[in-house]
Nanobody
């Protein structure tokens, strides 16, 4: 079992930055790939980013690539999402998630929320215009 708790959300003006953090407890943190999803009101939960167990491989969706960075610190049992140049359309509840290292890196598989085993409670990010 893995428990994930997000923090760092808040209110920010367009163009600003936020850093989201996710603290893990339970099973060995490095045994899992980690990811971030987001969900805006009335919309489906959207995949944002994934990072491998070692941190050497990442995938970030095109709409945030160049603005968002995913990283992990296995010693601290944390994964982070650094967000910059924020836009109003980034407003959403952001969730961290954990998946087995065996999860395929194919886009249809890893962007499907059903394939991720553990989830945090979410943290709200609101970007004002």
């Amino acid at each position: 079992q893995v428990r994930l708790v997000e923090s760092g959300g808040g209110l920010v003006q367009a163009g600003g930055s936020l850093r989201l953090s996710c603290a893990a407890s339970g099973d060995t943190f490095s045994n899992y790939n980690m990811g971030w999803f987001r969900q805006a009101p009335g919309k489906e939960r959207e995949f944002v980013a994934r990072i491998s167990w070692s941190g050497d491989s990442t995938y970030i969706i095109n709409s945030v690539k160049g603005r968002f960075t995913i990283s992990r610190d296995n010693a601290k049992r944390m994964v982070s999402l650094q967000m910059s140049s924020l836009k109003p359309e980034d407003t959403a509840v952001y969730y961290c998630a954990a998946a087995p290292t065996t999860m395929s890196w194919s886009i249809p598989t890893m962007t499907n929320s059903q394939g991720w085993k553990y989830w945090g409670q979410g943290t709200q990010v609101t970007v004002s215009s």
